[in-house]
């Protein structure tokens, strides 16, 4: 799998999940945008592992929330780089993953499950507008949104969390499906609960425990096993493929 001369956005990218999936593909030779919302030294330092792993990066500052700014970010990508081939949607609205602390359904308001909606499905949204016509051009381009495996599997009712995160997967089989006949694949990687990270400081060693009893690889991913499904539904190799949800999480989704 190689990636020499593509170029790959990757939303959310200075930490984490999205940190882990910029250098996957760096070492597979591509030029990557790590998007990042505040932290420019961290996006910065994922810079530097990018260009060590044997690729090419830069980064680029933008609340994909926005509109405007993700418009914005797409077209300095694409004169910075000169062309987009991948597309990851990986930003999300923080989220903290505590079942002792989550709230319950009485507790929430339709503002929680807005917010939840703006950062998963209209971050995806815009960003999606912003790079079709880039992708149309070819007629090529692959676009992976980053999902969970609470869509199929709600172990724990993070409600506004969760229903964010499977309209994201009804959108992404919409797109799927409209934008196939041009050459452009539209795939999701739904992760378990993935350690460390930000979103998962809170999780309780008690709670992750149980959740890695009931798994059948006996662990929890980690933020590079994530990487590797976004590169294959990125790839060629997946290339009659599209509308798809990959569940990455030691077979806890098994289907």
């Given at each position: 799998?190689?990636?020499?001369?593509?170029?790959?956005?990757?939303?959310?990218?200075?930490?984490?999940?999205?940190?882990?999936?910029?250098?996957?593909?760096?070492?597979?030779?591509?030029?990557?945008?790590?998007?990042?919302?505040?932290?420019?030294?961290?996006?910065?330092?994922?810079?530097?592992?990018?260009?060590?792993?044997?690729?090419?990066?830069?980064?680029?500052?933008?609340?994909?929330?926005d509109?405007?700014?993700?418009?914005?970010?797409?077209?300095?990508?694409?004169?910075?780089?000169?062309?987009?081939?991948?597309?990851?949607?990986?930003?999300?609205?923080?989220?903290?993953?505590?079942?002792?602390?989550?709230?319950?359904?009485?507790?929430?308001?339709?503002?929680?499950y807005?917010?939840?909606?703006?950062?998963?499905?209209?971050?995806?949204?815009?960003?999606?507008?912003?790079?079709?016509?880039?992708?149309r051009?070819?007629?090529?381009?692959?676009?992976?949104?980053?999902?969970?495996?609470?869509?199929?599997?709600?172990?724990?009712?993070?409600?506004?969390?969760?229903?964010?995160?499977?309209?994201?997967?009804?959108?992404t089989?919409?797109?799927?499906?409209?934008?196939?006949?041009?050459?452009?694949?539209?795939?999701?990687?739904?992760?378990?609960?993935v350690?460390?990270?930000?979103?998962?400081?809170?999780?309780?060693?008690?709670?992750?425990?149980?959740?890695?009893?009931?798994?059948?690889?006996?662990?929890?991913?980690?933020?590079?096993?994530?990487?590797?499904?976004?590169?294959?539904?990125?790839?060629?190799?997946?290339?009659?493929?599209?509308?798809?949800?990959?569940?990455?999480?030691?077979?806890?989704?098994?289907?």
């Open positions: 799998m190689n990636f020499s001369g593509q170029v790959v956005l990757v939303t959310g990218a200075s930490r984490g999940i999205g940190a882990a999936i910029a250098r996957a593909f760096a070492a597979q030779q591509a030029t990557i945008a790590i998007n990042f919302l505040s932290n420019a030294a961290a996006a910065e330092e994922v810079v530097r592992q990018c260009q060590a792993a044997g690729g090419d990066a830069f980064a680029v500052q933008a609340d994909v929330t509109p405007a700014q993700a418009a914005r970010l797409v077209e300095r990508v694409a004169q910075e780089a000169g062309r987009i081939d991948v597309l990851v949607n990986n930003a999300f609205r923080p989220y903290a993953f505590d079942p002792e602390q989550r709230n319950a359904f009485g507790d929430l308001a339709w503002a929680d807005q917010a939840q909606f703006d950062g998963s499905v209209g971050a995806a949204f815009h960003l999606c507008q912003a790079v079709l016509p880039h992708f051009r070819r007629a090529e381009g692959s676009i992976v949104n980053i999902v969970s495996n609470l869509v199929e599997h709600p172990v724990v009712p993070y409600h506004d969390y969760t229903t964010a995160k499977s309209a994201l997967v009804g959108f089989r919409n797109l799927a499906s409209e934008f196939g006949p041009l050459g452009i694949r539209v795939n999701c990687v739904a992760p378990g609960l350690h460390p990270t930000t979103g998962s400081a809170g999780t309780r060693a008690q709670f992750r425990d149980s959740l890695i009893a009931a798994t059948p690889l006996r662990r929890l991913a980690r933020p590079e096993d994530i990487a590797g499904p976004v590169l294959f539904l990125a790839s060629p190799m997946s290339g009659f493929m599209t509308g798809q949800v990959l569940f990455v999480d030691g077979g806890l989704v098994m289907r």
